[in-house]
């Protein structure tokens, strides 16, 4: 069974401060890996994407992948009430049927 | 570049009626999927079409669902007769291959009563 599970939320940070998102594979031969940001009642919309080992930064966002533990993360730097959303991981799995899994998604509120 | 369109925008059907819902894809993208988002949970993959083909269709419960992508253009998702539990958000999104980013439309929300 090839399973995406993110680290249960609700997270709420306040503003200005880094929040941390995590996600875990269960496909040790996966090789891209996404982050979705998903507003209330809205779909979900691409913010990074990271194919290889190590930091990926874009403005605020940092998405960090490690193939080994199988293990991907979202950092959000200077958090804005702006970013309160739903964040979903999505990883390709290998295979025949190169699917998107998305995780379950955690819920951040950034306080202001 | 046009998005992702998709019709209805809502749906509110009772149990055991049939229901239909239409997408669109970005224009040249050969990759159409089509999840279903319960309310609290990630998107799911219901099935996924290259060009006019199916290349995954195992989570769809095929004794109610069905779909199609004539012409490998737009694509119809189809549920009879619907059940309480299929209330969700029926996603479909688009890439232009099958191992890139994907592009979301706004969803059909339907609701069975």
């Known amino acids: 069974q090839k399973e995406v599970e993110q680290n249960s939320g609700p997270l709420s940070v306040p503003e200005g401060a880094i929040a ?13 890996f996404f982050w979705y940001r998903q507003y209330s009642g809205k779909s979900p919309e691409l913010i990074m994407s990271i194919y290889s080992n190590g930091d990926k930064e874009d403005g605020r966002f940092t998405a960090q992948l490690n193939k080994a533990s199988q293990y991907v993360s979202l950092l959000i730097r200077d958090s804005q009430p702006s970013d309160s959303a739903t964040y979903l991981c999505a990883v390709y799995f290998s295979g025949s049927a190169r699917q998107l899994t998305f995780g379950s998604g955690t819920q951040l509120t950034v306080l202001p | 570049e046009a998005g992702v369109a998709q019709s209805p925008r809502y749906k509110i059907i009772e149990k055991r009626q049939s229901v239909a819902f ?10 159409l999927y089509w999840y279903q988002q319960i309310l609290g949970q990630g998107p799911k993959l219901l099935i ?38 299929d209330s969700a958000v029926y996603l479909c999104a688009s890439s232009r291959t099958g191992n890139e980013k994907l592009f979301f439309g706004s969803g059909t929300q339907l609701s069975v009563l």
């Open chain 1, 20 to 32: 941390s998102l995590n996600c875990t594979y269960s496909d040790r031969g996966s090789q891209s």
């Open chain 2, 22 to 31: 239409w997408c669109n894809p970005i224009s040249g993208h050969a990759t």
């Open chain 2, 48 to 85: 996924q079409f290259q060009n006019n083909g199916v290349v995954d269709d195992s989570q769809l419960p095929k004794d109610r669902f069905s779909a199609e992508r004539l012409k490998g253009v737009d694509s119809t998702l189809k549920i009879q007769p619907a059940k309480l539990e």
